[in-house]
């Protein structure tokens, strides 16, 4: 009976070995045959290799950057316990109560992230100002794993560029500058850094957008791309296919903190300019005008007979500056500078800030429908130019006596009715004051708030409401008036009425 169990045994795994062959020749039998790649596939393996090789060429170049500050001393109220105060009250009166008393304590130190990369072989990394500013001590973390300690850095925060220099006793690995300006919506892009501190890291995208302003700096003109960018990145490489730098990330627009699609990026060209006066003089010297510049509406370049993407308009003028001397007016619409077509108002400000001070530049400009050339010769600009600049008046304070409202939805008093003192006008400004604005009227359609000062109505001057009863009886409501209008320390130009 063994036996012929074993017998039975020895069948059934014969039986499965051939089965386990058969199943076997089925399977392979079934598998699928891959025609050669398609021309589609090819070029998407020839982008993967061009990631991969860019990525291999730039990354020894990319560095990470903690920045240190040091531990302060800060005085926090320590408060007086119940039985002290009571001891002092019974001994000394209620005047005997010591004031509040202050306990010592220590803020640990400050440690920052970001990122930057090397171009120079020397050891000069470029970075943005925000990633170093305030640092006590700067270590540059390299990608094959050195970390060294900054010999120095210099930052220019109009910009948001900074340098950073180290000393590795031997020439280091440095990246290839690119040219943004020839960047194009659409380009491919990868964005290099070390996101979180989790270490270095390559993502792709494409350029969204060019001069975009989004009120992050004082100067920006960013590009915009939808390579991942997060806390972190600041200051990493944006590199084209090439592997050569062509921004230096900068800003992401987010709800949540974190990748949400939306980054900018430094143009390359713009940066070298300002590393290169940082390496060579350890400050940014820019050339100004001394104008106030208003991006012009649809509206306004109807109004002003000015195409698209040409010109920039002069909202104000100010005094003692290289714009006054020359004679620029509000309201010239600037088309060429230093003999070079204006397309918007960051395009003027980066073909000023790099001329030579103390040169002279011809300037077209159009003025009252007629294009006339001046003179200008640029001065170093200020050191508190931009603070004075930024200042604006917000106030919407409105009057409190029942308006009367005109044609437009305005109610206006002279400068020098009481209803103005509140509002503390300098008195050197010139025209009438909007005392209040009519819900849903052209002019509250505008923008026009209380607190706003009218001084020109269309082509003419106005000092008090006779004069600007009489400007505004000339002008179309129908066609649009344009008023220029003074907010704070600025003026700009403002369409009311005509087509919404």
């Known amino acids: 009976m063994r036996t012929t169990i074993k017998n039975h045994i020895g069948i059934v795994s014969a039986v499965a070995g051939i089965c386990v062959i058969v199943a076997a020749a089925a399977f392979a039998q079934q598998q699928l045959t891959l025609p050669e790649?398609?021309?589609?596939?090819?070029?998407?393996?020839?982008l993967s290799y061009t990631f991969r090789n860019v990525a291999k060429t730039v990354l020894p170049a990319v560095?990470?950057?903690?920045?240190?500050?040091?531990?302060?001393?800060?005085?926090?109220?320590?408060?007086?316990s119940p039985f002290e105060d009571e001891f002092f009250k019974r001994f000394f009166g209620e005047n005997g109560i010591p004031q509040q008393r202050f306990r010592q304590q220590m803020m640990p130190e400050q440690r920052g992230s970001g990122s930057g990369f090397i171009i120079d072989s020397s050891?000069?990394?470029?970075?943005?100002?925000?990633?170093?500013?305030?640092?006590?001590?700067?270590?540059?973390?390299?990608?094959?794993?050195?970390?060294?300690?900054?010999?120095?850095?210099?930052?220019?925060?109009v910009s948001d560029v900074a340098i950073v220099r180290v000393d590795a006793g031997e020439p280091l690995p440095?990246?290839?500058?690119?040219?943004?300006?020839?960047?194009?919506?659409g380009d491919w892009v990868l964005a290099l850094g070390n996101p979180f501190?989790?270490?270095?890291?390559?993502?792709?995208?494409?350029?969204?957008?060019?001069?975009?302003?989004?009120?992050?700096?004082?100067?920006?003109?960013?590009?915009?791309?939808?390579?991942?960018i997060n806390p972190g990145?600041?200051?990493?490489?944006?590199?084209?296919?090439?592997?050569?730098?062509?921004?230096?990330?900068?800003?992401?627009?987010?709800?949540?903190?974190?990748?949400?699609?939306?980054?900018?990026?430094?143009?390359?060209?713009?940066?070298r300019w300002v590393a290169d006066q940082l390496i060579n003089q350890g400050s940014v010297q820019r050339a100004y005008l001394g104008v106030r510049l208003q991006e012009m509406s649809p509206r306004l370049r109807q109004q002003f007979d000015v195409p698209n993407g040409h010109g920039t308009l002069v909202a104000d003028v100010i005094g003692n500056a290289p714009a006054a001397a020359a004679g620029v007016e509000q309201g010239d619409v600037i088309l060429n500078f230093a003999g070079e077509d204006v397309r918007n108002s960051t395009h003027l400000q980066g073909i000023v800030e790099r001329l030579t001070v103390g040169e002279t530049y011809p300037m077209t400009v159009l003025r009252q429908g007629k294009e006339t050339t001046l003179n200008v010769t640029v001065d170093e600009m200020p050191g508190?130019?931009?603070?004075?600049?930024?200042?604006?008046?917000?106030?919407?304070?409105?009057?409190?006596?029942?308006?009367?409202?005109?044609?437009?939805?305005?109610?206006?008093?002279?400068?020098?009715?009481?209803?103005?003192?509140?509002?503390?006008?300098?008195?050197?400004?010139?025209?009438?004051?909007?005392?209040?604005?009519?819900?849903?009227?052209?002019?509250?359609?505008?923008g026009l708030r209380a607190g706003d000062i009218i001084e020109r109505v269309g082509g003419k001057v106005v000092t008090s409401p006779e004069d600007y009863e009489a400007a505004a009886g000339e002008a179309s409501v129908e066609d649009g008036v344009v008023l220029l209008v003074r907010r704070g320390d600025g003026s700009m130009f403002v369409v009311v009425g005509g087509e919404n």
């Open 63 to 80: 560095v990470s950057i903690e920045t240190r500050a040091k531990a302060v001393q800060i005085k926090q109220p320590g408060g007086n």
């Open 197 to 228: 501190d989790i270490g270095t890291t390559v993502t792709s995208g494409i350029i969204s957008a060019k001069s975009r302003n989004t009120g992050i700096n004082d100067r920006e003109g960013y590009l915009q791309t939808d390579a991942a």
């Open 123 to 157: 050891g000069i990394i470029m970075t943005n100002a925000h990633v170093v500013e305030g640092a006590e001590k700067v270590v540059v973390k390299l990608e094959d794993g050195r970390e060294l300690t900054a010999t120095d850095w210099e930052a220019d925060s």
């Open 233 to 271: 990145n600041s200051g990493g490489p944006l590199v084209n296919l090439r592997g050569e730098v062509v921004g230096i990330n900068t800003a992401i627009s987010t709800r949540s903190g974190g990748y949400d699609g939306v980054g900018f990026a430094i143009p390359v060209n713009n940066a």
């Open 384 to 446: 508190d130019y931009m603070a004075s600049m930024r200042r604006s008046d917000d106030s919407e304070a409105e009057a409190e006596r029942t308006p009367d409202f005109n044609e437009l939805g305005l109610s206006i008093t002279s400068l020098s009715s009481p209803e103005a003192e509140k509002f503390s006008i300098d008195e050197s400004v010139k025209g009438v004051l909007v005392t209040s604005v009519e819900p849903g009227s052209v002019a509250a359609q505008a």
């Open 37 to 46: 790649a398609s021309p589609g596939v090819q070029h998407a393996e020839a």
């Open 174 to 185: 440095s990246m290839a500058m690119g040219n943004s300006d020839e960047m194009e919506i």
